[in-house]
């Protein structure tokens, strides 16, 4: 074999197995140059989710680009991860990205895409590698392959290759939290402000567990909450916040460092006791793709819903609210994550989007997804928006929390943002999270119950 065609790495035709709405082509190896498995993940509508894997069974390679022709002229990618991708017509070709080019003799690496098609979405059976065309026996498999790979420094393991463990709806009361700032404020508190302040402190709200602390005591503090509630036999609600690169460096920027997600994760979900709803990650997938540093945010934010699953959380994945991503957007984002493990999706966190504009957006969105349920933050949503998301005057308290059961997708309103603690420095507010006794009293006395 020429170094050129050792040096290029390359693919092989591909054979196409279905299992329900999941489409895997798998190919075999060249004689001495690669293996590539093409999988569609996961396909709804006119909408589905590619996965490419490259082995490199030849020499090292310094880069490459992939490049095949989709065989119906409706198919096309409309966005991708771990990879620059080009298309011209039913054309596609896909480049390394720097920290995923270099490739050495036995590695591997993953890019993944959205793709849409119009009557069918069969699977291209030829590809290229640095313009060499590969060929080699072909071998089905069944199910899909695995997810995405890690970014530029150690990540999550590979994405979920089995269903969830089905956690049920829960039922009964949510859990009031004691060892939050209202609380504390309350305790402290005497006359009408005492009374104004128990509109929050004794009202259930989630409990936000981040990078703030060590693994050890995010860890031990789920454990806390989780069997504090798991004793009173009710429900409370968790909000995992820590993805890398989170709020793109604003107000609550930060988040854990790229290599440490996934031991994380794992550390917090190994705290988990009962079935609390996890709220995943807030504005995590709203803001994908919107800043540097994010690493492989879709396969975190998999591994993260299959870790807390696993360990006994009902997650749903933070999608934003009615007034930031079109419902398009978030279908096609939350089919990124996909729900092998994930029961559904959360919307209006910290946000001030009315209950009704939150339902309605989500019912959309549910239907899209084969009716998946979602839950909505109604802490502070009693007056609407006004177009502010910091610190904006003149709001109110929302609807009380309470678990839903009836014939929508709504699952529970629930308190996921802190009525009291701030939003950050902004319209005179405090850092962020830190309580603000102003505007707790401000909420209070802006409810209408």
């Not at 039913?90 to 098609?117: C, D, K, Y």
């Not at 839903?404 to 802190?418: E, F, R």
Request: aromatic share 8%; net charge neutral; charged share 15%.
């Amino acid at each position: 074999m020429s170094a050129r065609r050792t040096a290029s790495a390359l693919l092989t035709a591909a054979a196409l197995s279905v299992t329900g709405l999941t489409a895997v082509a798998s190919t075999a190896s060249a004689a001495d140059g690669c293996r590539v498995d093409y999988t569609v993940q996961s396909q709804w509508n006119s909408g589905f989710q590619g996965d490419v894997k490259i082995t490199n069974l030849g020499s090292p390679l310094s880069s490459w680009t992939v490049a095949w022709t989709f065989p119906s002229s409706g198919q096309r990618v409309s966005q991708s991860w771990n990879a620059n991708v080009t298309t011209s017509g039913s054309r596609v070709s896909a480049s390394s990205i720097g920290w995923n080019g270099s490739l050495g003799t036995g590695a591997s690496t993953q890019f993944g895409f959205i793709g849409s098609f119009t009557d069918s979405n069969p699977v291209p059976t030829s590809f290229t590698v640095n313009g060499v065309t590969c060929t080699g026996t072909v071998t089905p498999t069944q199910g899909p392959t695995q997810g995405p790979t890690q970014g530029p420094t150690q990540g999550p393991t590979q994405g979920p290759t089995q269903g969830p463990t089905q956690n049920p709806q829960p039922s009964g009361d949510l859990y009031v939290d004691t060892e939050n700032q209202s609380y504390a404020a309350w305790q402290a508190a005497s006359g009408s402000t005492k009374d104004l302040l128990a509109k929050i402190a004794l009202t259930p709200q989630s409990v936000w567990i981040g990078n703030w602390n060590s693994p050890s005591v995010s860890q031990q503090q789920m454990r806390d909450a989780t069997s504090r509630a798991s004793a009173a036999g009710k429900t409370v609600s968790v909000v995992i916040y820590a993805i890398p690169g989170r709020d793109c460096g604003s107000y609550s920027g930060g988040g854990v460092a790229e290599s440490e997600y996934a031991q994380w994760i794992d550390t917090v979900a190994s705290g988990i006791v009962g079935k609390p709803i996890v709220i995943l990650e807030p504005d995590a997938l709203a803001q994908l793709g919107d800043c540097g540093g994010q690493g492989d945010r879709v396969g975190f934010l998999r591994y993260a819903a299959k870790s807390l699953t696993q360990a006994g959380g009902r997650v749903y994945i933070d999608a934003g609210h009615s007034g930031w991503l079109s419902v398009d957007t978030a279908v096609n984002r939350l089919n990124q994550i996909g729900f092998q493990y994930a029961v559904g999706f959360a919307l209006n966190t910290s946000n001030y989007q009315t209950t009704s504009a939150s339902q309605q957006y989500g019912e959309q969105i549910s239907q899209r997804l084969g009716g998946k349920g979602y839950v909505i933050d109604t802490s502070r949503n009693g007056n609407g928006s006004n177009g502010e998301w910091c610190n904006p005057r003149g709001r109110a308290l929302g609807d009380k929390p309470r678990l839903v059961n009836d014939s929508t997708g709504l699952d529970a309103l629930l308190w996921v943002k802190l009525p009291g603690e701030s939003d950050g420095t902004c319209n005179g507010g405090p850092a962020a999270g830190q309580w603000w006794q102003d505007m707790a009293l401000e909420l209070a006395r802006n409810a209408k119950w």
